[in-house]
């Protein structure tokens, strides 16, 4: 874009409108992948509705969205941002998630949205955002933010029975009850830190609610040996696109809290699979079990708990997928795994 040059000019340029174009068909392309559904677009819900005959529907609504974004997007296009077609494609398709999210096709996503919302609109709560991406919550203004929970320290805040009488995901998916509980756990919080007023993640409370209520999630994975990012999170023509900004140092930090989530048991068995590339028979042998069935319960609850660890964080959920940034996350993940477990 020159110098001085408005949005509305720059969507008449030929040039523009091929770039619209391809994305509106690689958008095609994710929605069909992902199933989303259309409503939003006026289109009745089912793959039928996903047809080519879309495309020139998501390319004038992405015009729609550029222009009610046309500030934030000609300041990105005046800096010369090579990516910002980038930028277009991962906005406009979070918001098509987000006028299409229901609670039973991503019960993870879901009730973090909805918390999130209910603790907003609460007078008993703060929130506020922190590190550009973490939304904390707290019971008052004046509070210590505090670093992302260990596993060992979800474990010891023991779920309220007095709240939710079954651990159950329609018990607890009404808002009365999801501000109940975020109140009882900040309060078990605080006793850790000395009986001091905490701002805790809004992450950290759903985590604590997984080790209790079932969330089923529907990202699949697939094996991480082999010397290769297998986690299959996206579709293959996102490995042929230019590299997208993302945030090295807090990548490496992920990477250090997803590991202090892990037990000890499970810390040896992720390792000796996806470090070593060990098989269940070997990684038994390692680590005294009898049989190969042995390791294969830890094995299974590490693979979940980064599913459910990475499914909502920038440039590694399912939806953000960096493979940069998921290759590096996933070679200080065992790298620092393997200083942890020193013996192997």
Known sequence: MDAGEHIPKWLERRETQDILLSLARSVMKYVRLKNLSPVFMGRE??????????????????????????????KMLMQGNRNCHHFLRKAFINRWVEKTRKPFTDFYRYLYKRTADALRASDDFHTSVRN??????????????????????????????????????????????????????????????????????????????????????????????????????????????????????????????????????????????????????????????????GPKYPLEQAEDKLKFFLCDLPWLSPDDLNEEAFALFRDTLLLRLEKDLTTF
Not at 46 to 74: C, H, M, P, V, Y
Not at 173 to 200: C, E, H, P
Not at 265 to 290: M, P, T, V
């Open 45 to 74: 819900p089912g793959r039928e509705s996903i047809s080519d005959d879309l495309t020139a529907e998501i390319r004038s609504e992405l015009i729609i969205f550029i222009l009610e974004n046309k500030t934030q997007i000609q």
């Open 132 to 293: 550009r991406t973490a939304l904390f919550f707290s019971l008052s203004s004046e509070v210590i933010y505090i670093p992302p929970l260990s596993l060992e320290d979800m474990q010891e805040i023991v779920f309220p029975s007095h709240i939710v009488e079954k651990c159950e995901y329609d018990e607890i998916n009404k808002n009365r009850i999801l501000l109940a509980l975020a109140a009882y756990f900040l309060t078990q919080v605080s006793k850790m830190w000395g009986d001091k007023a905490v701002g805790a993640e809004v992450r950290d409370f759903i985590h604590w609610i997984s080790l209790y209520v079932p969330l089923r999630s529907p990202v699949s994975v697939k094996m991480l040996s082999g010397g290769k990012d297998m986690l299959e999170f996206a579709p293959d023509y996102r490995s042929v696109a230019d590299k997208i900004y993302f945030d090295p140092d807090t990548v490496k930090k992920w990477a250090q809290i997803f590991v202090n989530r892990l037990n000890e048991k499970e810390k040896a068995a992720f390792f000796l699979r996806h470090g070593r590339c060990l098989s269940l028979k070997d990684i038994a042998e390692k680590l005294g079990y009898k049989g190969s069935s």
